[in-house]
């Protein structure tokens, strides 16, 4: 297991707690253990972190504590987007070599369990998942991970890399929702995983596509990155069925096959329900409150099909191939960087509105 001897910077790590306090502390595994190319677990590989995005998981878990049965009960590292250079690599390894560069995929499952046997390894009752507590997530200098969670990006931008995990996202709705050439789709919610949806529905053909948020600058980036997009602006004190009309209105007077519900509000959900079609399909992408009410009858007398996503899987070779062919380009939603040292400012930005922040990543240097 060699690994260069020009490594200096020590390994820290990006904290919360459940008083949501958030800071940068040393983490494993430790600079020397790093640099000796010790430590690792057979099968595994040393990842120097390039990129990591903060996703809005991060900054709920850093705020509220918690997201549904998902607990901060002790000092918790966060982050789940990440791309990085192989440092060091297990002898059993022999599919990747110190100097590939990676995406991460931040889950390790058992293998053992039905959804496990059966592909849809998301669902794995004993899955390990990076930046959910209790497991400790990928914004550190260092990570140790499995070779088989670590994707080749070839020359890939490292950026691009790391919003390789969002695109999963954004693929296992596409694809569990259906939505073919010439479906008129909505997407509620513009930011990233709105945002990428939208590219992903471009490419696969769907008109039109309406794209709905309470931000006018979140909409208007939309309209930037995909210019054929039809937006609409939602505001307060607009019922669910009136909104839905305004959608409706939106699209040309077309009711949508295809609901994509990417921000897991009440109230989307329903403007949601209210706007598609009979025999229509809302796929609800974004997390919410552990209970919410809807228009049960507008589902049972149109016949709507009400489905949920729980992250993804086998979605990154696929989400390499989109990338490195160009079909999606992912290039404008890298709005701000920052240094690791300055993650906790990267994270006042993430979480204000005001800075018009789409997709902030923390990045860091590695000798390599």
Known sequence: MSITTTITKPNVGVF???????????????????????????????????STGICGSDVHFWHAGRIGPMIVTDTHILGHESAGVVLAAHPSVTQLKQGDRVAIEPNIICGACEPCLTGRYNGCESVRFLSTPPVDGLLRRY?????????????MSYENGALLEPLSVALAAMERSGVKLGDPVLICGAGPIGLITLLCCRAAGAEPIVITDIDEGRLKFAKDLVPS????????????????????????????????????????????????KFGGKVFVVGVGKSEMSMPFMRLSTQEIDLQFQYRYCNTWPRAIRLVESGVVDLTKLVTHRFDIEDA?????????????????????EVDI
């Not at 306090?21 to 990842?47: D, F």
């Not at 990570?143 to 020359?155: L, M, Y």
Request: aromatic content about 4%; glycine content about 8%; charged content about 25%.
């Open 16 to 50: 919360t707690n459940p008083a949501h306090e958030l800071w940068i502390a040393e983490s494993e595994p430790s600079l020397e253990t790093v640099k000796k190319g010790e430590g690792l677990k057979e099968g595994e590989v040393t990842i120097g972190i390039k």
């Open 143 to 155: 990570v140790n991970h499995p070779a088989v969670w670590c994707h080749k990006i070839n020359e």
């Open 229 to 276: 997009v039809r937006t609409y602006k939602v505001e307060k004190g607009v019922d669910a069925e009136q909104a839905a009309e305004d959608i409706v209105k939106a699209a040309g007077g077309i009711r949508l096959t295809v609901a994509l519900e990417c921000t897991g509000v009440e109230s989307s959900v329903a403007s949601a329900i209210w706007s598609v």
């Open 344 to 364: 906790v400012k990267a994270f006042n930005t993430a979480a204000d509105p005001k800075t018009g922040a789409i997709k902030v990543q923390i990045q860091s």
